[in-house]
């Protein structure tokens, strides 16, 4: 069974930390782009950061210079450290990946979604 399992969210204070780690597991290979996007509530999912299978990244404008994103090919894992949060980060966090499973073609896979809250 192939999945994608996220963990590291919860509730942080403005200006915290967090390090969210998505790892992808079953018969996969050849695993291509990683991302993270996330969803607030009433708003639509959005782009938050991306990774090639070797490093080149991209982030959004809203995030630059706070978040990075990362990844561990030889785990199938992806990071996301996020810095200096603000409320407006607070959103459901997903994880996708690009990659093939045996007798079907390459496609996006996403994660559960974990929440992370931003507030005092």
């Known amino acids: 069974q192939v999945q994608l399992v996220e963990s590291g969210g919860g509730l942080v204070q403005p200006g915290g930390s967090l390090r969210l780690s998505c790892a992808a597991s079953g018969s996969i290979f050849s695993i291509a782009a990683m991302a993270w996007y996330r969803q607030a509530p009433g708003k639509e999912r959005e782009l938050v950061a991306r990774?090639?299978?070797?490093?080149?990244?991209i982030y959004a404008d809203s995030v630059k210079g706070r978040f990075t994103i990362s990844r561990d090919n030889a785990k199938n894992t992806v990071f996301l450290q996020m810095n200096s949060l603000k409320p407006e980060d607070t959103a459901v966090y997903y994880c996708n990946a690009n990659f093939r499973v045996p007798g079907f073609p390459r496609a996006d896979y996403w994660g559960q979604g974990t929440q992370v809250t931003v507030s005092s």
């Open positions: 990774i090639t299978s070797v490093g080149s990244t």
